[in-house]
């Protein structure tokens, strides 16, 4: 049976995408102006376990199974039917969390590399290929070595992330379903 193209969930994770990478990028520029590199490299690290955290949420949703959540909803226990919801909308919550904010803090830690690598060149007379290789070779180990670390993790411990999830949604303001 084929499932239908759901057009109102596209149109709402583009403009989810668009506002989230103009915020990060407007952040990303107002920290980088003026900044020493000790915070230019602060923020980089930042953008770059944002991607690892959020794509260790995703794979965890994926990975997880809805039987133990089911009885610690029972139970009352707080975050368990937030992590049930996660875990029914798989799918769109690995989507959310490895596509739209897991590329765009790729492509901001990219941006914010290049920024960085200019900087260095220009004050310390460096050449620009070798100092942007350098910097970007760096920020592309990090991320994919901490993804790979993160995937492993998320894989062998996907209740507990799903569940400490749920905990934290359930901090956040409910909206009352109509």
């Known amino acids: 049976m084929k499932k239908k193209t759901n057009i109102k969930w596209i149109v709402e994770i583009v403009l989810v995408s668009l506002t989230m990478s103009v915020t990060f990028s407007f952040v990303s520029s107002e920290i980088m102006d003026g900044a020493g590199y000790l915070v230019a490299f602060v923020m980089l690290l930042a953008f770059v376990a944002l991607g690892i955290v959020f794509d260790l949420v995703g794979v965890a949703v994926t990975c997880a199974v809805e039987t133990p959540f089911h009885a610690m909803a029972s139970h009352k226990e707080r975050g368990a039917r ?17 596509d739209v904010v897991g590329d765009i803090s790729g492509i901001i830690s990219g941006a914010t590399a290049a920024a960085i690598a200019a900087k260095l060149s220009a004050d310390l007379s460096w ?28 894989i062998n ?4 992330i799903v569940f400490t999830v749920g905990k934290l949604m359930a ?6 379903k109509k």
């Open 82 to 98: 937030e992590a049930l919801r996660l875990l029914r909308k798989a799918e769109r919550v690995s989507s959310i969390c490895n």
């Open 171 to 176: 901090l956040l303001p409910h909206r009352k």
């Open 127 to 154: 050449s620009t290929v070798i100092t942007s290789l350098m910097v970007t070779g760096l920020v592309s180990a990090l991320t994919i070595g901490g993804k790979a670390v993160g995937k492993s993790i998320a």
């Open 157 to 160: 411990n996907d209740t507990q």
